[in-house]
């Protein structure tokens, strides 16, 4: 104890990253997922002749595009620890604004930028009493999901909004190439819904902000442990807040697709979207404690969860028995690696 | 002397990289009361969680009333007799003092229903036992820190324990209500029971304890009773090792003043916090745990907001609203509460050194990993944090190693003052020396370092200068060469007075 | 019991009583005792499902599957009903509540045991446990005409004024009262959500508790499952969707804390009656009924506010002068 300590000039070998082991890779969210797509694809391509039709795919997209969109922006609100459960009602909220405004004669334009907007004062509300006042999250989306859909139905009572101008109900069906358009019969472009394109450009803007830019990284470090966040310089409250905005102007700019889809909207559209969309982003392997997840692991579980839904649609499966499935694929994959460890720690000891 | 109501024989415990207790002994008599002392990190923290049940010792056995006992839970110890109140307190804010008393053993009518009135009456007489006048419907949260600590007595007490465990209950009380505590404690002890008392307040112990037992690093260095020793003697037991030995004082031209703060204040912490800082010089700033030293430090650094006082850096006033105010200006605060405010533990090592100035590692938009990787080498070696890689989570290693991550993630930040809350509590021995040895080498490299430690020749090995601080406020200062370990523990518990 | 009911739930009550008496004075029908009794019947689900939620939600946790579960014990009964007449009406009822109270210790035993978050556990059997609907009910539904006639009557049995389903719901908030106040494992829960470590330190079974906390919430949603069939007369799977989202509004409004620990019989059942007279309050006073999601959303973040204002963090009290100060003030 006494000897004086010889300070340790020697280095420790570090290695810059980690050997690759092929079972690490294994065990990644996302080649678990993928598995999972590709089994999908492969029973329902058994099961169904209609299935791998590049149509009939395409369209199917129209399906979850919308949620897709607005899942981006919970990932990042379940990485940081918070969760949006108003994200469905300021759809209604924002979808009814837009209805409102092709009524006043907005063009497509001014209808998606009214949707945006509405969507991005819902998230200003949100974030405001969840940082600043600092209110719980769960709550507060509660007590907002019920506020904002609550004004739609105010306003809106049993009404429908159903004038739109045609370029905008365009929009909402539209590919952004057509088979036909291509024009290379070598080269195979298949078909793309706008809404669908729309998600994967905002999907590689998502994926590369948060894997590869400095605001990213915080996110990650306010999800881990946001305490230490706040002693490393990091704004947590701001970022949250702009989170929250995010979200809000997701679910503006899918409720405008979604009308443009639809071609008419009542107050109850979208109902219970928010949970779906907890789904997609939970399966996707954003931990609901923080810190972890990935936008490719999103990317691919709402492809997953899209697949299915269409697959067994294909086969009249009614929707309620496909989110049986949805449900226990939810827990199955978290429950399982747990089980496992479980196991694994009784025989170490 | 009668028969020992409980005794350690050959306890041991480790921790994944720290022997946290080795060898330990110990036998606790009736109406006895027993202080155990030593340093922070020394294992008392250890020794009642394992008389508690908290933690199972990896060697040794306990006996009460000869009886070999082993706890696998709380309630084994409640039922061998044993209770402690703990230093943090564990207790329910939102429920009653009765219920907090009763948790877990709630009196019981024939219908097997809780007996509130019973619950009520017995918590009004145990109250009343040791004086205290707290109604048992009172909300827990109501009480002071005092009054919570009288609840965990009666608590105790409700549980008829023979031994008592005081695990530093003085901490946070006015010198009015350590009086109160004291007389119950002398009550405890007419009746028959025996008491483990854990402070580091020198005086209260001389006033208080019948027998001391002393811990070193995990083991006992000496023991006996209190009247055969003097506060000297205990301070040398408890800090041991001659200081210089171990701590190599490099010789650092002290330069001209970066730092000044002036009457930092805020309104329940800190009061007039005065002090000048200059290159070269590493500041100690002692006090006991709770002395408002953190709670400073961390205004300074804008985590908390200040009510009152300036800080200049280079002669330039401040304006700190955030820590990231503070970092731009070029103070760094490495947290004492390393698993909650200092390290992020589920990411790599290269994420958390580079996390307290990001924007330096981005070329263009994105983050450049070479950039971190390089960062992250250099430090990391400078430091010698022990990994298998730098993309290792840091939770995966060691606390020292996990500490030396945390200080190269301040000194990426380049700051000129750097100020190391209790920057080796709780890791090994070896990584202790490793940052020992690097506060001396930042020094020379020109940096202002202000220490805030618990532990004596830690300060005194490193510091030019300590200053001394006590509720809340500075009450004392020392320059290297002019002060001994006595009048510095004096000063900081109060004892100085008295000796003088 | 001294604290039977806090100042906040003493102001929650003085709101409702206020609020009634205005609108009674406006349009006296509405407290005529046959509105009161509707107003009572409609509410005695939420009265229930309020408290159940209130008990897991006591633990840090929370149960979003509860509507799902009422649906599919509802089914249950219903079915029970529909191909075995003869059963007495009390196996009935039964069959609805063990059917609920096995979903909820599937919940538990997820939460409990393997440590999945409740948000994550729930959020999956939710959308299960609706799914088995249509699985079990081969995608039909049950129709009034299909179930019995005992089944069916006993929701609108009247005693001294009030339906059945109002005794039940006073019944069971008596069993919750002597429950949450009167019995260890009552008190274990506020102690594991108001501290875990804590309760740990004084031997209580976290594990435990929270099963406790999911079975019960099974096993009333199963029994508001029957309840709510039998008084629609109908079963499909689409019974009370989204209803799980106004039951944790009754307990936010009624003063639970979702950081667990806090949470009272008296406020839950306050809380879930305020969103009952919004309800029924709104027809009587020629208001449009899309009023009420708008009325509830902002009555919950009022809430929320109100909560928070208590909570907060105290400062930590080192200067000497602070001290005293504080010494006063406790």
Same mark, same amino acid.
């Given at each position: 104890m006494n000897a004086p300590m010889q300070p340790p000039e020697s280095r420790y070998a570090v290695l810059d990253a980690a050997p690759r082991r092929a079972r690490d890779i294994l065990l990644r969210w996302e080649v678990i997922l993928v598995i999972l797509l590709v089994a999908t694809i492969v029973v329902n391509t058994i099961v169904s002749p209609y299935f791998l039709d590049v149509f009939n795919l395409a369209d199917a997209t129209f399906n979850f595009s919308e949620k897709a969109i607005i899942a981006l922006g919970m990932a990042l609100l379940i990485l940081v620890r918070q969760i949006d459960l108003s994200v469905a009602a300021i759809v209604a909220l924002a979808a009814m604004g837009i209805g409102y405004a092709a009524e006043a004669g907005f063009g497509p334009a001014g209808l998606f930028a009214t949707g945006i907007g509405i969507g991005i004062l819902c998230g200003v509300f949100n974030g405001f009493l969840v940082t600043?006042?600092?209110?719980?999250s769960i709550v507060v989306t509660i007590g907002t999901m019920s506020l904002f859909r609550g004004i739609t139905q105010v306003i809106l009572g049993d009404q429908a909004k159903t004038k739109y101008p045609a370029e905008f109900l365009e929009l909402g069906q539209s590919y952004f190439i057509k088979m036909k358009e291509s024009g290379v019969s070598w080269l195979f472009i298949p078909p793309i819904p706008l809404s669908f394109l729309i998600f994967l450009v905002l999907t590689a803007i998502f994926g590369i902000v948060l894997h590869k830019t400095a605001t990213g990284r915080k996110l990650f470090a306010i999800g881990s442990n946001p305490v230490a966040a706040r002693f490393s310089g990091i704004a947590v409250d701001r970022l949250t807040f702009l989170l929250f905005v995010v979200s809000g102007m997701l679910c503006g700019l899918a409720a405008a697709l979604l009308t443009a889809r639809l071609g008419s909207m009542r107050s109850?559209?979208?109902?219970?979207?928010e949970l779906d969309i907890v789904t997609m982003v939970i399966l996707g392997g954003v931990s609901i404690a923080g810190g972890v997840g990935s936008i490719l692991g999103v990317f691919l579980a709402v492809l997953t969860l899209g697949l299915v839904t269409f697959g067994m649609s294909l086969n009249n499966i009614p929707g309620q028995v496909v989110s049986v499935y949805i449900g226990l694929l939810l827990i199955a994959v978290i429950a399982i690696p747990r089980i496992a460890d479980k196991l694994g720690l009784r025989t170490g000891r | 002397m009668s028969d020992p109501i409980l005794t350690l024989s050959g306890v041991s415990k480790s921790f994944p990289g720290v022997r946290?207790?080795?060898d330990i002994s110990l036998s606790l008599q009736p109406g006895r009361v027993t202080a155990v002392i030593g340093e922070n990190g020394a294992g008392k923290s250890t020794i009642v969680k394992i008389l508690t049940g908290i933690y199972r010792p990896d060697a040794g056995e306990i006996r009460v009333g000869g009886e070999q006992k082993h706890f696998s839970s709380p309630r084994d110890a409640w039922a061998a007799g044993i209770a402690a109140i703990h230093q943090e307190t564990v207790m329910f804010d939102e429920l009653s003092v009765a219920e907090n008393i009763f948790t877990g053993h709630m009196p019981t009518g024939s219908t097997r229903l809780v007996d509130w009135a019973e619950m009520r009456k017995k918590s009004a007489e145990l109250l009343k036992r040791i004086d205290a006048p707290i109604p048992p419907e009172f909300k827990l949260k109501r009480l002071s820190v005092a009054q919570k600590h009288l609840v965990e007595i009666a608590r105790a007490l409700s549980h008829e324990a023979r031994v008592v465990i005081m695990d530093e209950p003085t901490a946070a009380l006015s010198a009015n209500e350590i009086d109160d505590l004291f007389r119950i404690v002398e009550q405890l002890k007419a009746e028959g029971r025996a008491i483990v008392f854990i402070s580091h307040k020198f005086d209260e112990i001389f006033r208080i304890a019948d027998d001391f037992v002393c811990l070193r690093d995990g083991e006992k260095v000496g023991e006996g009773p209190?009247?055969?020793?003097t506060e000297a003697q205990l301070v040398r037991m408890m800090v041991g090792r001659p200081v210089d030995q171990v701590f190599p004082k490099r010789d650092v031209p002290i330069g001209e003043v970066v730092l000044s703060v002036k009457n930092l204040s805020n309104a329940t912490e800190y009061a007039d916090v005065s002090f000048d800082l200059r290159r070269g010089e590493i500041l100690g700033l002692y006090g006991l745990v709770g002395a408002g030293r953190t709670e400073a430090m961390q205004g300074l650094f804008g985590i908390t907001p200040v009510t009152r006082g300036t800080v200049s850096l280079d002669g330039r006033q401040l304006s700190i609203h955030s820590p990231s105010d503070a970092i731009a200006a070029g103070i760094s605060y490495v947290p004492e509460d390393r698993q909650d405010q %200092?390290?992020?533990?589920?990411? %790599?090592i290269r994420e958390n050194v580079t996390l307290a100035n990001l924007s330096k590692y981005v070329r263009g938009l994105f983050l450049s990993r070479p950039a971190e990787q390089e960062a992250t080498r250099s430090l990391g070696r400078r430091l010698a944090v022990k990994a298998a890689n730098w993309e290792q989570r840091l939770g995966e290693l060691s606390g020292g190693n996990q500490q030396k991550v945390v200080i190269a993630k301040w000194l990426a930040t380049r700051p000129k003052v750097i100020v190391l809350d209790e920057p080796t509590k709780g890791i090994d021995v070896g990584s202790k020396a490793a940052v020992h040895d690097f506060i001396g080498e930042l020094a020379q490299d020109g940096l202002a370092v202000v220490l805030i430690s618990s532990e004596l020749p830690e300060v005194m090995g490193l510091a030019d200068r300590v200053i001394v601080m006590k509720e809340g406020r500075i009450v004392d200062e020392f320059k290297r060469g002019a002060w001994s370990a006595e009048q510095i523990v004096g000063a900081a518990t109060g004892a100085a007075k008295e000796a003088a | 019991m001294k604290g039977f009911v806090n100042y906040r739930e003493l102001a929650l009550g003085l709101i409702l009583v206020v609020g009634v008496a205005a609108i009674g004075a406006y349009q006296p029908v509405f407290l005529a005792w046959e509105n009161i009794s509707d107003l009572l019947t409609e509410t005695s689900v939420l009265f229930m499902m309020a408290l159940a939620q209130m008990v897991v939600i006591l633990t840090r946790g929370i149960d979003l599957s509860v509507a799902a579960n009422l649906a599919l014990s509802g089914m249950i009964a219903a079915l029970v009903s529909q191909y075995y007449p003869d059963t007495p009406l009390l196996l009935m009822i039964l069959a609805g509540v063990i059917t609920g109270l096995v979903l909820g210790l599937i919940n538990g035993g997820l939460i409990a045991f393997l440590g999945i978050p409740p948000i994550v556990v729930t959020l999956g059997t939710l959308a299960v446990y609706r799914g088995m609907i249509i699985i079990i009910a081969g995608g039909d539904q049950v129709n009034a005409s299909e179930m019995g006639a005992a089944f069916q009557a006993f929701p609108k049995q009247v005693l001294l004024g009030l339906t059945s389903p109002v005794w039940i719901a006073i019944g069971v908030s008596i069993l919750f009262w002597v429950f949450l106040n009167l019995t260890r494992a009552g008190r274990g829960l506020y102690a594991v959500g108001g501290n875990p470590v804590a309760a740990r330190y004084c031997g209580i079974d976290q594990k435990k508790q929270e099963m406790l906390a999911y079975s019960i919430s099974g096993a009333v949603a199963g029994l508001c499952g029957y309840l709510w069939v039998a008084r629609y007369g109908v079963a499909y799977s689409e019974i009370a969707n989204g209803y799980e989202l106004t039951v944790i509004a009754a307990c936010v409004i009624g003063g639970v804390s979702i950081g667990g620990g806090v949470g009272s019989v008296a406020g839950t059942l306050l809380g879930a009656l305020f969103l009952g007279i919004v309800m029924t309050a709104l027809p009587v006073l020629q208001?449009?009924?899309?009023?009420q999601m708008a009325i509830s959303g902002a009555v919950i973040l009022a809430a929320v506010v109100i909560n928070a204002r208590a909570e907060k963090r105290p400062e930590k009290l080192i200067l000497p002068e602070a001290r005293r100060i504080g010494r006063v003030r406790a």
């Amino acid at each position: 104890m006494n000897a004086p300590m010889q300070p340790p000039e020697s280095r420790y070998a570090v290695l810059d990253a980690a050997p690759r082991r092929a079972r690490d890779i294994l065990l990644r969210w996302e080649v678990i997922l993928v598995i999972l797509l590709v089994a999908t694809i492969v029973v329902n391509t058994i099961v169904s002749p209609y299935f791998l039709d590049v149509f009939n795919l395409a369209d199917a997209t129209f399906n979850f595009s919308e949620k897709a969109i607005i899942a981006l922006g919970m990932a990042l609100l379940i990485l940081v620890r918070q969760i949006d459960l108003s994200v469905a009602a300021i759809v209604a909220l924002a979808a009814m604004g837009i209805g409102y405004a092709a009524e006043a004669g907005f063009g497509p334009a001014g209808l998606f930028a009214t949707g945006i907007g509405i969507g991005i004062l819902c998230g200003v509300f949100n974030g405001f009493l969840v940082t600043y006042a600092g209110l719980p999250s769960i709550v507060v989306t509660i007590g907002t999901m019920s506020l904002f859909r609550g004004i739609t139905q105010v306003i809106l009572g049993d009404q429908a909004k159903t004038k739109y101008p045609a370029e905008f109900l365009e929009l909402g069906q539209s590919y952004f190439i057509k088979m036909k358009e291509s024009g290379v019969s070598w080269l195979f472009i298949p078909p793309i819904p706008l809404s669908f394109l729309i998600f994967l450009v905002l999907t590689a803007i998502f994926g590369i902000v948060l894997h590869k830019t400095a605001t990213g990284r915080k996110l990650f470090a306010i999800g881990s442990n946001p305490v230490a966040a706040r002693f490393s310089g990091i704004a947590v409250d701001r970022l949250t807040f702009l989170l929250f905005v995010v979200s809000g102007m997701l679910c503006g700019l899918a409720a405008a697709l979604l009308t443009a889809r639809l071609g008419s909207m009542r107050s109850n559209i979208a109902i219970g979207w928010e949970l779906d969309i907890v789904t997609m982003v939970i399966l996707g392997g954003v931990s609901i404690a923080g810190g972890v997840g990935s936008i490719l692991g999103v990317f691919l579980a709402v492809l997953t969860l899209g697949l299915v839904t269409f697959g067994m649609s294909l086969n009249n499966i009614p929707g309620q028995v496909v989110s049986v499935y949805i449900g226990l694929l939810l827990i199955a994959v978290i429950a399982i690696p747990r089980i496992a460890d479980k196991l694994g720690l009784r025989t170490g000891r | 002397m009668s028969d020992p109501i409980l005794t350690l024989s050959g306890v041991s415990k480790s921790f994944p990289g720290v022997r946290a207790l080795h060898d330990i002994s110990l036998s606790l008599q009736p109406g006895r009361v027993t202080a155990v002392i030593g340093e922070n990190g020394a294992g008392k923290s250890t020794i009642v969680k394992i008389l508690t049940g908290i933690y199972r010792p990896d060697a040794g056995e306990i006996r009460v009333g000869g009886e070999q006992k082993h706890f696998s839970s709380p309630r084994d110890a409640w039922a061998a007799g044993i209770a402690a109140i703990h230093q943090e307190t564990v207790m329910f804010d939102e429920l009653s003092v009765a219920e907090n008393i009763f948790t877990g053993h709630m009196p019981t009518g024939s219908t097997r229903l809780v007996d509130w009135a019973e619950m009520r009456k017995k918590s009004a007489e145990l109250l009343k036992r040791i004086d205290a006048p707290i109604p048992p419907e009172f909300k827990l949260k109501r009480l002071s820190v005092a009054q919570k600590h009288l609840v965990e007595i009666a608590r105790a007490l409700s549980h008829e324990a023979r031994v008592v465990i005081m695990d530093e209950p003085t901490a946070a009380l006015s010198a009015n209500e350590i009086d109160d505590l004291f007389r119950i404690v002398e009550q405890l002890k007419a009746e028959g029971r025996a008491i483990v008392f854990i402070s580091h307040k020198f005086d209260e112990i001389f006033r208080i304890a019948d027998d001391f037992v002393c811990l070193r690093d995990g083991e006992k260095v000496g023991e006996g009773p209190i009247s055969s020793v003097t506060e000297a003697q205990l301070v040398r037991m408890m800090v041991g090792r001659p200081v210089d030995q171990v701590f190599p004082k490099r010789d650092v031209p002290i330069g001209e003043v970066v730092l000044s703060v002036k009457n930092l204040s805020n309104a329940t912490e800190y009061a007039d916090v005065s002090f000048d800082l200059r290159r070269g010089e590493i500041l100690g700033l002692y006090g006991l745990v709770g002395a408002g030293r953190t709670e400073a430090m961390q205004g300074l650094f804008g985590i908390t907001p200040v009510t009152r006082g300036t800080v200049s850096l280079d002669g330039r006033q401040l304006s700190i609203h955030s820590p990231s105010d503070a970092i731009a200006a070029g103070i760094s605060y490495v947290p004492e509460d390393r698993q909650d405010q %200092g390290a992020i533990l589920s990411l %790599g090592i290269r994420e958390n050194v580079t996390l307290a100035n990001l924007s330096k590692y981005v070329r263009g938009l994105f983050l450049s990993r070479p950039a971190e990787q390089e960062a992250t080498r250099s430090l990391g070696r400078r430091l010698a944090v022990k990994a298998a890689n730098w993309e290792q989570r840091l939770g995966e290693l060691s606390g020292g190693n996990q500490q030396k991550v945390v200080i190269a993630k301040w000194l990426a930040t380049r700051p000129k003052v750097i100020v190391l809350d209790e920057p080796t509590k709780g890791i090994d021995v070896g990584s202790k020396a490793a940052v020992h040895d690097f506060i001396g080498e930042l020094a020379q490299d020109g940096l202002a370092v202000v220490l805030i430690s618990s532990e004596l020749p830690e300060v005194m090995g490193l510091a030019d200068r300590v200053i001394v601080m006590k509720e809340g406020r500075i009450v004392d200062e020392f320059k290297r060469g002019a002060w001994s370990a006595e009048q510095i523990v004096g000063a900081a518990t109060g004892a100085a007075k008295e000796a003088a | 019991m001294k604290g039977f009911v806090n100042y906040r739930e003493l102001a929650l009550g003085l709101i409702l009583v206020v609020g009634v008496a205005a609108i009674g004075a406006y349009q006296p029908v509405f407290l005529a005792w046959e509105n009161i009794s509707d107003l009572l019947t409609e509410t005695s689900v939420l009265f229930m499902m309020a408290l159940a939620q209130m008990v897991v939600i006591l633990t840090r946790g929370i149960d979003l599957s509860v509507a799902a579960n009422l649906a599919l014990s509802g089914m249950i009964a219903a079915l029970v009903s529909q191909y075995y007449p003869d059963t007495p009406l009390l196996l009935m009822i039964l069959a609805g509540v063990i059917t609920g109270l096995v979903l909820g210790l599937i919940n538990g035993g997820l939460i409990a045991f393997l440590g999945i978050p409740p948000i994550v556990v729930t959020l999956g059997t939710l959308a299960v446990y609706r799914g088995m609907i249509i699985i079990i009910a081969g995608g039909d539904q049950v129709n009034a005409s299909e179930m019995g006639a005992a089944f069916q009557a006993f929701p609108k049995q009247v005693l001294l004024g009030l339906t059945s389903p109002v005794w039940i719901a006073i019944g069971v908030s008596i069993l919750f009262w002597v429950f949450l106040n009167l019995t260890r494992a009552g008190r274990g829960l506020y102690a594991v959500g108001g501290n875990p470590v804590a309760a740990r330190y004084c031997g209580i079974d976290q594990k435990k508790q929270e099963m406790l906390a999911y079975s019960i919430s099974g096993a009333v949603a199963g029994l508001c499952g029957y309840l709510w069939v039998a008084r629609y007369g109908v079963a499909y799977s689409e019974i009370a969707n989204g209803y799980e989202l106004t039951v944790i509004a009754a307990c936010v409004i009624g003063g639970v804390s979702i950081g667990g620990g806090v949470g009272s019989v008296a406020g839950t059942l306050l809380g879930a009656l305020f969103l009952g007279i919004v309800m029924t309050a709104l027809p009587v006073l020629q208001i449009s009924p899309f009023w009420q999601m708008a009325i509830s959303g902002a009555v919950i973040l009022a809430a929320v506010v109100i909560n928070a204002r208590a909570e907060k963090r105290p400062e930590k009290l080192i200067l000497p002068e602070a001290r005293r100060i504080g010494r006063v003030r406790a």
